[in-house]
């Protein structure tokens, strides 16, 4: 089981990235996904989190950030649009076979099994 994200960069606020996570290994479809970020001396935060039952947004991210699935490429998109400095962080994305959980268990405090390495999102004042 593997994830890959990319997509990171250097924006300015107001700006718009997509990043994107491409799993080898298993079917995206089966499992949960899930966006989380961290910045720097702050905790984890569960940013986006998708499973069969439902979808999750963070209120800080919530109406700017769209998670989504491609199952044919077997990967998953996290479009996020009106970015502020505040969205500064790594993001990394996960993956759980337990998608029959809702999407707020995973991204609030139930963690995945499976990680990806972080990819960096600098957003400009």
């Known amino acids: 089981v593997q994830l890959q994200a990319s997509g990171g960069g250097l924006v300015q606020a107001g700006g718009s990235l997509r990043l994107s996570c491409a799993a080898s290994g298993f079917s995206l479809d089966s499992y949960a996904i899930g966006w989380f970020r961290q910045a720097p001396g702050k905790e984890r935060e569960g940013v986006s989190c998708i499973s069969s039952t439902s979808t999750y947004y963070a209120d800080s991210v919530n109406g700017r950030f769209t998670i989504s699935r491609d199952n044919a490429k077997n990967t998953v998109y996290l479009q996020m649009n009106s970015l502020k400095p505040d969205d500064t962080a790594v993001y990394f994305c996960?993956?759980?076979?337990?998608?029959?959980?809702?999407?707020?268990?995973?991204?609030?405090?139930?963690?995945?099994?499976?990680w990806g390495e972080g990819t960096l999102v600098t957003v400009s004042s």
């Open positions: 996960a993956a759980d076979p337990s998608h029959y959980y809702s999407g707020s268990y995973f991204c609030i405090g139930g963690g995945m099994d499976y």
